[in-house]
């Protein structure tokens, strides 16, 4: 059977029914993050202590990433995707009821490791059904259903924890993911091109470790890693910053600022089509350069100048994620799973990493102290963007050569 073609009634399904996958994800995932304050509050905790609650979820889901990546190559494709939507809405809904901070951490490690199945599956189902000159859009749509779920979590948990309380957003969040999750398993086609694998344990972890043999890969681990941690940083103390003094926002307020995401669902995709013309290695690095500015804007004590800044932000880092995504299943010469899985471990385990690290750093050096960090964050993955340009240059035109003397 032929791949997937930009243009066709099955492109638009796959296309749609990824979107709600992501929707649903990371409405859930990230929807507790501009709650961070009232959960501090509610149990006595620090700002610092409080990020636990998304590093946790993020630290269970970088590990849950490789089980769920290799159970894949032998469960196939959507049943674990599916699996992943409907346990973790059902954990989303379950978490609400929380009646004590251990417990709530205990619930987000659970729905972190429930939570991998999609992002770990989606990028090796469409490297495999998708043809190559189509995928840039449709890694660029995915990425974009991801925003656009971060986005709407935040909001929505924002408005209902102003109005009733924040186990009433977490409740809400979850039964909107059930209902994104029946989308995506009436919408998304089958696989076509995915060849089972027994589930032998051996084999299955000596390809994964093989993965470290690509230097190309090393690379977009590394960038993944810090791309997280950059964006995680800012986004889990910018709450605190506006809901104190001068600012005095309240949570509704704050939880609308994330409409910024809002350019995250547009440059994914525009910038994932413009990778496909003018090459990877230079739309990540105008991403990653992107990311340092906005970064840098926020340091400005005026609040439209800051939300710019976030914008700015936000645009630069789904680019580059989406591009870095993208590039994975290409450079990636078996397991493509197993390559999306690792590559989402480094991502997620730098969003553990940043996320707390960095409230440590604000609590000590406020705002300006999380900027600076995460400025020099940016410039080291400019740095590694470049050198892994070179080395995919350096793989495109051997096999040129190969292939002339062919």
């Known amino acids: 059977m032929g791949y997937i073609q930009r243009g066709t009634s099955a492109f638009q399904k796959v296309n749609l029914a990824l979107f709600a996958g992501g929707f649903s994800t990371f409405a859930i995932l990230w929807g507790t993050q501009p709650l961070l304050p009232d959960i501090a509050k509610e149990f006595h905790v620090s700002p610092a202590v409080s990020s636990f609650v998304m590093s946790a979820a993020t630290f269970s889901l970088a590990v849950s990433m490789l089980i769920a990546g290799s159970l894949s190559e032998v469960f196939g494709r959507k049943p674990i995707m599916a699996l992943s939507l409907v346990a973790s809405s059902a954990l989303a809904v379950l978490t609400s009821v929380t009646p004590s901070f251990p417990l709530l951490l205990a619930g987000r490690i659970a729905e972190g490791a429930v939570l991998a199945g999609l992002p770990a599956v989606a990028m090796a189902y469409l490297g495999e059904e998708v043809e190559p000159r189509s995928l840039g859009m449709a890694m660029g749509l995915y990425i974009s259903g991801n925003s656009l779920g971060g986005m709407a979590g935040r909001i929505i948990s924002g408005i209902l924890t102003d109005y009733i309380n924040w186990h009433a957003a977490l409740m809400g969040i979850g039964f909107i993911s059930l209902l994104s999750s029946l989308v995506f398993w009436l919408l998304l086609p089958p696989s076509s091109h995915f060849m089972p694998r027994k589930l032998e344990g051996r084999r299955l972890l000596g390809s994964l470790f093989g993965q470290f043999k690509e230097p190309g890969l090393i690379y977009l681990f590394a960038i993944g890693f810090l791309l997280s941690g950059i964006f995680v940083s800012l986004y889990n103390y910018i709450g605190f910053q506006l809901m104190k003094p001068p600012y005095s926002l309240s949570q509704t307020v704050v ?12 440059s994914s995709t525009w910038m994932g089509m413009l990778a496909d013309k003018h090459g990877k290695g230079k739309i990540l690095q105008l991403s990653l350069l992107i990311i340092l500015v906005g970064g840098c804007i926020t340091l400005d004590m005026s ?39 690792l590559y989402l471990f480094f991502y997620y385990f730098g969003a553990s990493i940043g996320g707390t690290a960095s409230g440590t750093i604000y609590s000590h050096f406020g705002w300006s102290g999380v900027v600076y960090t995460t400025a020099v964050l940016a410039l080291i993955s400019i740095l590694l963007s470049i050198r892994l340009a070179a080395i995919a240059a350096g793989k495109w035109k051997t096999a040129r050569q190969y292939t002339k003397l062919s």
Do not use: C, P, R
């Not at 609308?256 to 547009?266: D, E, L, Q, S």
């Not at 800051?306 to 995504?325: E, N, Q």
């Open 255 to 266: 939880g609308f600022i994330f409409i910024v995401y809002m350019v995250g669902t547009f």
């Open 303 to 341: 609040l439209w100048l800051k939300i710019l800044g976030l914008a700015v932000l936000t645009y630069g880092f789904f680019a580059g994620h989406s591009i870095a995504s993208g590039w994975v299943g290409t450079i990636a010469t078996h397991d493509k799973a197993q390559a999306a899985a």
